[in-house]
Antibody
Framework: EVQLVESGGGLVQPGGSLRLSCAAS????????MSWVRQAPGKGLEWLSY?????????YYAESVKGRFTISRDNAKNSLYLQMNGLRDEDTAVYYC?????????????WGQGTLVTVSS | DIQMTQSPSSLSASVGDRVTITCRAS??????LNWYQQKPGRAPKLLIS???SLQSGVPLRFSGSGSGTDFTLTISSLQLEDFATYYC?????????FGQGTKVEIK
C-alpha cells in the first residue's frame, strides 16, 4: 500500500521559514516523480511544485512560490521536502505531497493526508 | 497560465440522479485533463486522468469525456458517497492549474 506522510507544519510568523517533509512507503521512491499541492482554508487546490526522478532533477514551481520555496528529495531516505522561506499570510494552507503519474507532469495519483501551515503574528 | 473554469460552482442533486460537471480550459490542452474528488477534511482522490481514463477502483458510474478545451465529468447515478467537491486540473503546461471546484450537495 502506498503511503505518503507529511510532517513539519505548524505556526510560523510572517517572514519565517519552515521545512515540510513527506515520507514515502509502498512505492519505489527513487523512480517516482513527486509534487506539492496546497489548499488554503475553505479554498480550492493550488499546484505548487514538481520534481522529476532524474539526475539532475527537473523542477518546476508556481509563480506564487518561486524564489521562496525549494523542493528537494532524498532517495536514500524515501523522502520529499519543501523548504519554505519568506512565508506570508497567504501561504496559510494545508500542504499535500503527492506522487506524479500518468499523462503529463501534473497528475497526482497518490496523496498524503496533508500538513497544516499557519502563517500569523 | 492556463485558466480552468468549472461549472456549476455547486449543485444540489438526489441519490440516483445523473450529474454532469463541465470544465473549460483557456487554451487547448488536448486530453491533459484530470478529475479529482475531495471530501471534507480529506486529501483529494484522483478519479479520472487523461480526460477519460478511469482510475483503478473508481466506480463505473463515473466517466469523463472531452478534448481540446471542453471537458465533462458525469456521474450516471449519484450515490450517497459521491457527495463531495470535484476539481478538474490540466496537466498540459506549468503551472498545472485546477478549476475552482464544484460542490455536489444533497437535495
Amino acid at each position: 500500500e502506498v503511503q505518503l506522510v507529511e510532517s513539519g507544519g505548524g505556526l510560523v510568523q510572517p517572514g519565517g521559514s519552515l521545512r515540510l517533509s513527506c515520507a514515502a512507503s509502498g512505492l519505489t521512491f527513487s523512480t517516482s516523480r513527486m509534487s506539492w499541492v496546497r489548499q488554503a482554508p475553505g479554498k480550492g487546490l493550488e499546484w505548487l511544485s514538481y520534481i522529476s526522478n532524474s539526475d539532475p532533477a527537473t523542477i518546476y514551481y508556481a509563480e506564487s512560490v518561486k524564489g521562496r520555496f525549494t523542493i528537494s528529495r532524498d532517495n536514500a531516505k524515501n523522502s520529499l521536502y519543501l523548504q519554505m522561506n519568506g512565508l506570508r499570510d497567504e501561504d496559510t494552507a494545508v500542504y499535500y505531497c503527492g506522487r506524479v503519474s500518468g499523462l503529463g507532469r501534473g497528475t497526482v495519483d497518490y496523496w498524503g493526508q496533508g500538513t497544516l501551515v499557519t502563517v500569523s503574528s | 497560465d492556463i485558466q480552468m473554469t468549472q461549472s456549476p460552482s455547486s449543485l444540489s442533486a438526489s441519490v440516483g440522479d445523473r450529474v454532469t460537471i463541465t470544465c473549460r480550459a483557456s487554451q487547448i490542452i488536448t486530453t491533459y485533463l484530470n478529475w479529482y474528488q475531495q471530501k471534507p477534511g480529506r486529501a483529494p482522490k484522483l478519479l479520472i486522468s487523461a480526460a477519460s481514463s478511469l482510475q483503478s477502483g473508481v466506480p463505473l458510474r463515473f466517466s469523463g469525456s472531452g478534448s481540446g478545451t471542453d471537458f465533462t465529468l458525469t456521474i450516471s447515478s449519484l450515490q450517497l458517497e459521491d457527495f463531495a467537491t470535484y476539481y478538474c486540473q490540466q496537466s498540459h503546461s506549468v503551472p498545472y492549474t485546477f478549476g475552482q471546484g464544484t460542490k455536489v450537495e444533497i437535495k
